[in-house]
Nanobody, 120 residues
């Protein structure tokens, strides 16, 4: 089994910053990819950012240089630094890991979600 634990959400004023983190633990052989998705009110879940094992990153068009994805391989942790936050960034943010387990299976795992609210 693999568990993902997210932290770092909260309430922030427009223009402010937050840093989300997501740590994986359990039966991890290797990590194929790490990503953050979000789901705003009455919206579908969308990709915020992702990084694959080779190190290349991809961001949603709406990010426009405001967010930075990073990882700590030793801690099986991915971070999302969010700057210049806007009210439209309000959403539940979910981390997602694609993992090859110790038993050799490739599976995807979701975090529990963390609320980010951008409001004055």
């Amino acid at each position: 089994q693999v568990q993902l634990v997210e932290s770092g959400g909260g309430l922030v004023q427009p223009g402010g910053s937050l840093r989300l983190s997501c740590a994986a633990s359990g039966s991890i052989g290797s990590i194929n990819a790490m990503a953050w998705y979000r789901q705003g009110p009455r919206k579908e879940r969308e990709l915020v950012a992702r990084i694959i094992s080779g190190g290349s990153t991809e961001y949603g068009d709406f990010v426009k240089g405001r967010f930075t994805l990073s990882r700590d391989n030793a801690k099986n942790t991915v971070y999302l630094q969010m700057n210049s936050l806007k009210p439209e960034d309000t959403a539940v943010y979910y981390c997602y890991f694609s993992i090859r387990t110790l038993s050799g299976n490739n599976r995807g795992y979701w975090g529990q979600g963390t609320q980010v609210t951008v409001s004055s």
